[in-house]
């Protein structure tokens, strides 16, 4: 075990730095005397304390990290730094530590479900700790780190690598990974601040505004308001969270190219982009066709919003509602549900297997069918013009393989808990993509409060396996990580 110490150290660190962000709802408890002042005073000195003190015990133990150790110290971050976010909901809300830490992991992961009623009456540091905390897990608190942690000693390649959520994590876009991760959280930061303006000049209040750009550019769903984007019922604000959906499903390593080489020809450039507008388009106009048809809405215009709005959310895995789709006809929300599996690009804050891998098994299954007809012939898979290495489409493939397993043994362990077969399985696509409403019990009419203790551990470890894309966490469950 002693091998781990450094890990341990690093980890000392992250709750450190952690616990500065805790700063920021425990000034806004005490100014606006909102009555959480002490729950954010107990969180801010048991992460600091706890962060110091295992640093102390661990600061000799100083090397660089190795890619086992890398793998171990992202695992743990996401696990153990959603216990300490969760010491604010906990105190200040009365509700049991099994519901305050599927809150935290809601938010670090960028899931965006709940548990919560009445959110218009939460003190509004507590609202403001909790889009905090789902802006900061849509980008990676590991990203943020290894921007800081170089400076003190602790090198971040291999916690990058095992946190970036993209089959290619070789492609730098700087030559230092610290750098890196700086000139990503720029554009992050620049584009919710952009969004953030936008929703304020059409009509949200300033601290709305900033909590649902929080919520919109990470993609997790969490609302200041129970009736979510219903409570404004503008076309305007939908819109605006329309584009920012849009850009944050999006790889930001192109937002980063294409600002930084002021060539928008890099989204052109992008193989993905085009899948995913093309994808996003095509179910926009079947959606409002389908629901034309039904006469759901009582014009093509209504229509249109609405599906719109509704299909680009949960596909991008952001989770926010204007409507309640599980009364549409049941074709509209399952499909919905099935985007909301690959739709979002990698490299982008949204869940899923991203928009790579399932153009890539396409192209796979489509060389398949070819060779049956051709078995002499050589059909390369190509990726934005370049062949796709074999031992690529072999990582996507038993990407994809232990997804669909992971995904069938979730719906099978919610189903033997109890739930109908609806809300089982519905609520393991939400929580192992990480967006949020499901159907049935937890739609959007609903949440995740009707579940009872062993459902929401199920949920909340399919939550962490999604956020942390399945294999980074079963590395470390396995045996062979652990011999020496």
């Given at each position: 075990?002693?091998?781990?110490?450094?890990?341990?150290?690093?980890l000392?660190?992250?709750?450190?730095?952690?616990?500065?962000?805790?700063?920021?709802?425990?000034?806004?408890?005490?100014?606006?005397?909102?009555?959480?002042?002490?729950?954010?005073?107990?969180?801010?000195?048991?992460?600091?304390?706890?962060?110091?003190a295992?640093?102390?015990?661990?600061?000799?133990?100083?090397?660089?990290?190795?890619?086992?150790d890398?793998?171990?110290?992202?695992?743990?971050?996401?696990?153990?730094l959603?216990?300490?976010?969760?010491?604010?909901?906990?105190?200040?809300?009365?509700?049991?530590?099994?519901?305050?830490?599927?809150?935290?992991?809601?938010?670090?992961?960028?899931?965006?479900?709940?548990?919560?009623?009445?959110?218009?009456?939460?003190?509004?540091?507590?609202?403001?700790?909790?889009?905090?905390?789902?802006?900061?897990?849509?980008?990676?608190?590991?990203?943020?780190?290894?921007?800081?942690?170089?400076?003190?000693?602790?090198?971040?390649?291999?916690?990058?690598?095992?946190?970036?959520?993209?089959?290619m994590?070789?492609?730098?876009?700087?030559?230092?990974?610290?750098?890196?991760?700086?000139?990503?959280?720029?554009?992050y930061?620049?584009?919710?601040?952009?969004?953030?303006?936008?929703?304020?000049q059409?009509?949200?209040?300033?601290?709305?505004?900033?909590?649902?750009a929080?919520?919109?550019?990470?993609?997790?769903?969490?609302?200041?308001?129970?009736?979510?984007?219903?409570?404004?019922?503008?076309?305007?604000?939908?819109?605006?969270?329309?584009?920012?959906?849009?850009?944050?499903?999006?790889?930001?390593?192109?937002?980063?190219?294409?600002?930084?080489?002021?060539?928008?020809?890099?989204?052109?450039?992008d193989?993905?982009?085009?899948?995913?507008?093309?994808?996003?388009?095509?179910?926009?106009?079947?959606?409002?066709?389908?629901?034309?048809?039904?006469?759901?809405?009582?014009?093509?215009?209504?229509?249109?919003?609405?599906?719109?709005?509704?299909?680009?959310?949960?596909?991008?895995?952001?989770?926010?509602?204007?409507?309640?789709?599980?009364?549409?006809p049941?074709?509209?929300?399952?499909?919905?549900?099935?985007?909301?599996?690959?739709?979002?690009?990698?490299?982008?804050?949204?869940?899923?297997?991203?928009?790579?891998?399932?153009?890539?098994?396409?192209?796979?299954?489509?060389?398949?069918?070819?060779?049956?007809?051709?078995?002499?012939?050589?059909?390369?898979?190509?990726l934005?013009?370049?062949?796709?290495?074999?031992?690529?489409?072999?990582?996507?493939?038993?990407?994809?393989?232990?997804?669909?397993?992971?995904?069938?043994?979730?719906?099978?362990?919610?189903?033997?808990?109890?739930?109908?077969?609806?809300?089982?399985?519905?609520?393991?696509?939400?929580?192992?993509?990480?967006?949020?409403?499901?159907?049935?019990?937890?739609?959007?009419?609903?949440?995740?409060?009707?579940?009872?203790?062993?459902?929401?551990?199920?949920?909340?470890?399919?939550?962490?396996?999604?956020?942390?894309?399945?294999?980074?966490?079963?590395?470390?469950?396995?045996p062979?990580?652990?011999?020496?």
């Open positions: 075990m002693e091998r781990f110490f450094p890990v341990f150290r690093a000392g660190l992250l709750l450190s730095l952690f616990s500065l962000t805790l700063a920021i709802p425990l000034t806004s408890a005490h100014i606006l005397r909102d009555g959480a002042e002490s729950a954010y005073d107990i969180a801010f000195f048991a992460t600091l304390g706890s962060g110091l295992l640093w102390c015990v661990t600061r000799r133990f100083r090397r660089d990290l190795n890619v086992r890398g793998f171990l110290l992202v695992v743990l971050a996401w696990s153990v959603p216990v300490f976010a969760a010491i604010p909901l906990y105190t200040q809300l009365d509700i049991s530590f099994t519901r305050a830490y599927f809150e935290a992991v809601s938010g670090l992961t960028a899931t965006g479900a709940t548990t919560l009623a009445q959110i218009d009456s939460l003190p509004p540091s507590i609202n403001l700790w909790r889009h905090l905390t789902i802006w900061m897990g849509g980008m990676g608190l590991i990203v943020l780190a290894v921007a800081i942690l170089p400076m003190l000693g602790i090198g971040g390649r291999q916690m990058f690598k095992a946190e970036i959520p993209s089959p994590k070789d492609t730098k876009l700087t030559p230092r990974i610290a750098q890196t991760a700086k000139g990503l959280w720029l554009v930061v620049g584009v919710t601040s952009l969004c953030a303006l936008a929703y304020h059409a009509g949200m209040s300033a601290f709305d505004a900033f909590c649902h929080f919520s919109t550019i990470s993609l997790g769903g969490f609302s200041t308001h129970d009736a979510n984007f219903a409570y404004w019922n503008s076309p305007q604000i939908e819109g605006i969270a329309i584009f920012f959906m849009l850009i944050a499903g999006m790889n930001f390593s192109t937002h980063y190219i294409a600002l930084t080489g002021r060539d928008p020809r890099a989204y052109l450039r193989p993905e982009i085009r899948w995913f507008i093309g994808v996003l388009l095509a179910s926009v106009l079947l959606i409002t066709f389908y629901l034309w048809g039904f006469q759901i809405y009582d014009t093509s215009t209504h229509t249109l919003r609405y599906a719109a709005f509704n299909l680009i959310s949960i596909a991008t895995t952001a989770g926010f509602a204007n409507a309640d789709y599980s009364q549409w049941f074709f509209a929300p399952l499909w919905m549900l099935f985007l909301c599996s690959f739709v979002s690009c990698s490299g982008s804050t949204g869940g899923g297997i991203k928009m790579m891998r399932a153009v890539l098994l396409y192209k796979q299954v489509y060389r398949e069918l070819l060779r049956a007809m051709h078995p002499r012939a050589v059909h390369p898979v190509k934005g013009g370049h062949s796709v290495p074999r031992n690529m489409l072999f990582a996507v493939l038993a990407f994809s393989f232990i997804y669909m397993v992971s995904l069938v043994t979730i719906t099978l362990a919610l189903s033997f808990s109890g739930l109908d077969i609806i809300t089982a399985f519905s609520a393991a696509v939400a929580s192992l993509n990480n967006t949020g409403p499901g159907l049935g019990l937890v739609g959007p009419g609903g949440s995740y409060a009707p579940m009872n203790d062993p459902q929401i551990w199920i949920c909340t470890f399919a939550m962490l396996l999604g956020r942390l894309e399945i294999f980074t966490l079963l590395v470390v469950l396995t062979a990580f652990w011999k020496k």
